[in-house]
T-cell receptor, first 117, second 110 residues
Framework: GAVVSQHPSRVICKSGTSVKIECRSL??????MFWYRQFPKQSLMLMAT?????????EQGVEKDKFLINHASLTLSTLTVTSAHPEDSSFYIC?????????????FGPGTRLTVT | EDQVTQSPEALRLQEGESSSLNCSYT??????LFWYRQDPGKGPEFLFT???AGEEKEKERLKATLTKKESFLHITAPKPEDSATYLC???????????FGKGTRLSVIA
């Protein structure tokens, strides 16, 4: 149980275009979803936290107009990188936690490798 | 402020050479300490959750223990496929984000 999927796994886009990444909880209802980015050989950097039906809470230094997060249902959250630039190239990972006795546990998706050319 | 420190940063073991990874933490009220394994280019894979001092959990060659200040991930007779980065994280209330350590990169040599 507790499976989280991401799509796409890899994406290459041109500078100035927008890219949408989907994160789905497949076998549980995710009341909260988190988005991270990770640079090579570094740990996870939290970008934002979203609760279903509410606006996302962004970490300091993360531009909310550039990284649009939508958590419209209990199984789906999306991250849209708008007007992407080469410095946005990174590994983006989502995670989800649900309700109930295991609500403190957080399960991660497989990640999306974004390359902006 | 919650803090998590993992040591060592990197560890190289011979196959079969048991060892332990350390995770020291400071948190206002622990709601869970989590261990994950991350392979290159993949998302973290959940291993264990520990909730209270004295708790232990095992999975194959891995055993996680918890005290009031730290957690250990013991690896018994490791194999090359255990090579990965092991991440420790803590949570101090319901749905707040996990606070991660920087990880320990484990290499097991055949």
């Amino acid at each position: 149980g507790a499976v989280v999927s991401q799509h796409p796994s890899r994406v290459i886009c041109k500078s100035g275009t927008s890219v949408k990444i989907e994160c789905r909880s497949l076998d549980f209802q995710a009341t909260t979803m988190f988005w991270y980015r990770q640079f090579p050989k570094q740990s996870l950097m939290l970008m934002a936290t979203s609760n279903e039906g509410s606006k996302a809470t962004y970490e300091q230094g993360v531009e909310k107009d550039k990284f649009l997060i939508n958590h419209a249902s209990l199984t789906l959250s999306t991250l849209t990188v708008t007007s992407a630039h080469p410095e946005d190239s990174s590994f983006y990972i989502c995670s989800a936690s649900g309700a109930g006795p295991n609500s403190y546990e957080q399960y991660f998706g497989p990640g999306t490798r974004l390359t902006v050319t | 402020e919650d803090q998590v420190t993992q040591s060592p940063e990197a560890l190289r073991l011979q196959e079969g050479e048991s060892s332990s990874l350390n995770c020291s933490y400071t948190v206002s009220g622990l709601r869970g300490l989590f261990w994950y394994r991350q392979d290159p280019g993949k998302g973290p894979e959940f291993l264990f959750t520990l909730y209270s001092a004295g708790e232990e959990k095992e999975k194959e060659r891995l055993k996680a223990t918890l005290t009031k200040k730290e957690s250990f991930l013991h690896i018994t007779a490791p194999k090359p496929e255990d090579s990965a980065t092991y991440l420790c994280a803590v949570r101090d209330s319901g749905n707040t984000p996990l606070v991660f350590g920087k990880g320990t990169r484990l290499s097991v040599i055949a």
